[in-house]
């Protein structure tokens, strides 16, 4: 019977202890289990905070910019605005995937696995945008193949990817700027590809079961 008295005023701090304060703002500093004359330097370090300034630095600013030549995957290249930002010097976009990309089967094999995995929900497994999104009701998904989207530079292709455009979302942050590429190849592929006409059979067998001459 002792025990029932127990266990029911433990349940009672326990709701009381785990709801009661919720929300509560308290004005007291929290209980240092750490204290400071005993263990210096361990709660309350030296630092410098994000956007906070600094005394040690000429300029102020506690937030200092990356050295010359460091690698940084959020950050564009500016050394190679084609590879990166689908850019020529000028500012206008390349017409073409960079040189240094070879575009082989295996690329465009990995642009299709990309294009799965992040376009086709919405621009279809054709690309003519009929994606499973459009069932739900997402109708502004354009077809790639229209003379404005089959003739665009490869580059603004690139840029869309990138920062997206209007309701479709920027991919940068899931697709390394090479995958970028590849999607690009393999969506030229499909655009090719609503483009056949006889003259690409080349083999007999295929012809004659299509009948042409
Ligand atoms: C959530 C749905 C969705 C996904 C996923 C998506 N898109 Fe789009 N995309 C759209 C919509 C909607 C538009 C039309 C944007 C507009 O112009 O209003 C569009 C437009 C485009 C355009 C045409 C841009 C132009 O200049 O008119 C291209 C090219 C394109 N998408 C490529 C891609 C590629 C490549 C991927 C995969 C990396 C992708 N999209 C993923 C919804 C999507």
């Known amino acids: 019977m002792r025990n029932v008295y127990l266990v029911t005023l433990f349940v009672c701090v326990l709701v009381v202890s785990v709801l009661g304060f919720r929300g509560t703002t308290f004005t007291l500093p ?5 204290p ?23 300029d102020g600013r506690a937030d200092r910019l990356p050295p010359p030549h460091v690698v940084r995957s959020d950050l ?3 050394d190679d605005e ?15 995937i960079p040189s240094k990309i070879k575009v082989d ?23 003519d945008g009929n994606g499973m999104t459009k069932r739900y009701g997402m109708g502004a ?27 479709m979302l920027p991919y940068a942050d899931k697709l390394i700027p090479e995958d ?12 090719r590809a609503q483009q056949g006409t006889a003259a690409d059979v080349n083999d007999a067998a295929s012809k004659k079961s299509l009948g042409i001459q």
């Open 30 to 34: 929290p209980m240092d289990v750490f």
């Open 76 to 78: 564009p290249l500016r």
């Open 180 to 191: 970028r590429w590849a999607v690009i190849a393999y969506v030229r592929a499909l655009q």
């Open 105 to 127: 089967v295996k690329f465009i094999e990995r642009g299709r696995d990309r294009y799965q995995i992040y376009c086709l929900p919405c621009h279809g497994a054709a690309g």
């Open 141 to 167: 998904t354009p077809t790639y193949h229209d003379t404005r989207l089959r003739t665009m530079p490869d580059g603004e292709l690139f840029n869309t990817i990138s920062v997206g455009k209007n309701t």
């Open 82 to 96: 084609h590879l990166y930002m689908g850019k020529l010097p000028d500012g206008s976009f390349a017409p073409e």
């Open 36 to 58: 400071e004359w005993a263990f210096p330097g361990m709660k309350h370090q030296p630092k410098l905070r994000p956007q906070g300034d600094s005394a040690f630095f000429a």
